[in-house]
């Protein structure tokens, strides 16, 4: 049984290399790809935007409420938009938002791949000299990379947005005091160490979102177990990331 499992192990992480080393061949094609590429940051963007707008306003109202609870008469109403902004641009706005594209995009991915998988799609595009590292592969990963900063962006501002409201019409606080504390307690590395988070979550998602499609067997029952460990897996990497850059750059 061990040894079983230590085999799938290895042989999980060598296919997802396989997977990585099929992309970055195809690399310096990006600039020869680039509508591959935006068709991409569209559709993962675009599509994903809607939740990540609703989950963060209230992620930052239920941020800004607990700052609020677990503070109250022991400091200053300042402390609530520093508390807020700290949690939000550590830790919630990256994390949050990796978590809601992988279960959006990278389900999307590899039910895409292994729809075309199944259906011999990709074995045609290899049997007409049509690699699929650059048409398939190379610009998912690339858009997963850019688009989880953008998205990250307006998940924090969202969320600083989400504790000023609810600071104001539920806990009474002037919202300059708010504001104030907010400005207090930016910092630049906050602020890019969330960032540098949200593009290795990006990466994780294109990539596993394209091994899962890629080694879909079974016709659409493999597909929806493809889409499920696409999803599963990318959401436990995340978790597992986040705390590793944290421990490196904080």
């Known amino acids: 049984m061990i040894l079983k499992a230590v085999k799938s192990f290895f042989t999980y992480i060598g296919g997802v290399t396989l997977i990585l080393c099929e992309g970055l061949k195809n690399a310096y094609k990006i ?6 590429i ?23 109202m239920v941020t800004g409420f607990q700052a609020a609870y677990q503070t ?3 400091v200053p109403e300042l402390y609530i938009g520093m508390g807020v902004v700290k949690a939000v641009m550590i830790e919630l706005g990256p994390m949050l938002t990796g978590l809601i594209v992988a279960g959006r995009v990278s389900s999307s991915i ?12 990709i074995d045609a595009f290899e049997i007409m000299g049509i ?4 048409y398939l592969i190379m610009p998912r990963i690339i858009a997963g990379i850019l688009v989880l900063p953008i998205l990250t962006i307006f998940a924090e501002l969202i969320m600083i947005l989400g504790g000023l409201l609810v600071s104001v019409w539920a806990l009474d606080l002037s919202g300059y005091i708010y504001i104030r504390g907010v400005r207090t ?3 630049e590395i906050t602020l890019w160490g969330g960032l540098i988070k949200s593009v290795v979550f990006g990466f994780i998602v294109g ?8 080694h879909a067997r079974g016709g659409a029952e493999g597909v929806g177990q493809a889409t499920t460990r696409a999803v599963v897996g990318s959401m436990v990497l995340i978790l597992v990331f986040d705390y590793l850059i944290a421990k490196l750059v904080f």
């Open 31 to 36: 600039p020869s790809s680039y509508r591959l």
């Open 38 to 60: 935006l068709n991409q940051i569209l559709s993962m963007g675009i599509s994903s935007l809607p939740i990540v707008m609703i989950v963060s306003v209230f992620a930052g």
């Open 72 to 74: 109250k008469g022991l």
């Open 110 to 121: 590899a039910a895409e791949l292994g729809t075309m998988r199944v259906t011999e799609q």
């Open 131 to 134: 690699d699929p590292g650059r």
């Open 185 to 187: 307690n930016f910092i």
């Open 207 to 214: 990539l596993l979102g394209c091994y899962h499609g890629f």
